[in-house]
């Protein structure tokens, strides 16, 4: 199979707003930054390794995603002490001295649930409590009993959410269309800030296991807060991993050009 490669262009933000650091991460036989300053790692080392493996969706049976076929990891189940860790590499925002506004997005496909629950992060680096956000089987995406959209088993999604602890507001997407809003219980510096110290984020951890197995494309981060209609232009899963739609002139890591590789085989 052959790599092709692309310049991924990374234009200059003319405003503060829309500005932000950005990272993405594509797992193309590894948890390296396909682009930005963070880091993902494994928590507990081999403890989580072990528990994950690296391919294609076509290698391992899946439905090919937009574009073809892409680079996946496959995840267990993942139980208390496992995990993967996301050094964002920013610092704080929204006040105070942690990330308080920031965009998550998954390219994910979880096969079946054996558990109600899958979590998709956890605010707390040591796993020491619950996640603080799921997708409930049959009920959505969300957290504190408020669960909006579908995610049905065995198909591949764009999962989204934005938290803005200025509002205490969390907005959720899937394949680019906005399902649900919802209002968290705590602001800035609460449940959930994220640590801009070195301290992790971690990501498809929960405390009590409340977790399936399944497949990972993509993942992407940035440190602010996207817009309903920048988060409508990422749309659907795609294989060349959380790129928006050309046109939106999104992807505004400030005054950097980057390269990635395109995550389409063929």
């Keep these: 199979m052959k790599r092709i490669g692309f310049v991924w262009m990374v234009v200059a933000a003319v405003s503060a707003m829309s500005s932000a650091t950005e990272l993405q991460f594509d797992f193309n036989g590894d948890l390296s930054a396909s682009a930005g300053p963070g ?9 989580t390794s072990g528990a994950v493996s690296f391919g294609t969706a076509g290698s391992f049976g899946l439905s090919a995603l937009s574009g073809g076929d892409a680079t996946v990891m496959s995840f267990a189940a993942f139980q208390p002490d496992q995990g993967l860790q996301l050094f964002p590499g920013c610092g704080p925002n929204g ?11 998954w390219d994910l496909l979880i096969p079946s649930f054996s558990s109600s629950y899958s979590s998709l992060f956890n ?3 040591s796993n020491g409590n619950d996640g603080d956000f799921f997708i409930r089987e049959n009920m959505g995406i969300g957290i ?3 669960y909006t959209g579908i995610i049905n088993p065995n198909e591949w999604n ?3 959410v934005t938290v803005d602890l200025t509002t205490s507001t969390m907005s959720k997407y899937i394949n680019g269309v906005q399902v649900g809003s919802q209002i968290l219980s705590s602001g800035v510096g609460g449940r959930w800030a994220l640590y801009a110290d070195g301290q ?3 990501l498809l951890a929960d405390e009590d296991g409340e977790n399936n197995a399944g497949y990972i494309n993509s993942f992407y981060f940035a440190d602010r807060a996207l817009t309903s209609s920048e988060m409508a232009a990422f749309g659907g899963p795609d294989s060349d991993g959380v790129i928006p739609e ?3 002139g999104l992807l505004l890591i400030t005054g950097v050009s980057l390269i990635a590789a395109r995550k389409r085989r063929s």
């Design 123 to 125: 605010t707390n680096p």
């Design 144 to 146: 504190s009993g408020d």
């Design 200 to 202: 992790a984020t971690l």
């Design 158 to 160: 764009r999962i989204g």
């Design 95 to 105: 006040g105070g001295s942690d990330i308080n506004q920031y965009t998550m997005i």
């Design 246 to 248: 050309p046109a939106t």
């Design 39 to 47: 880091t993902l790692d494994y928590f507990n080392g081999a403890t």
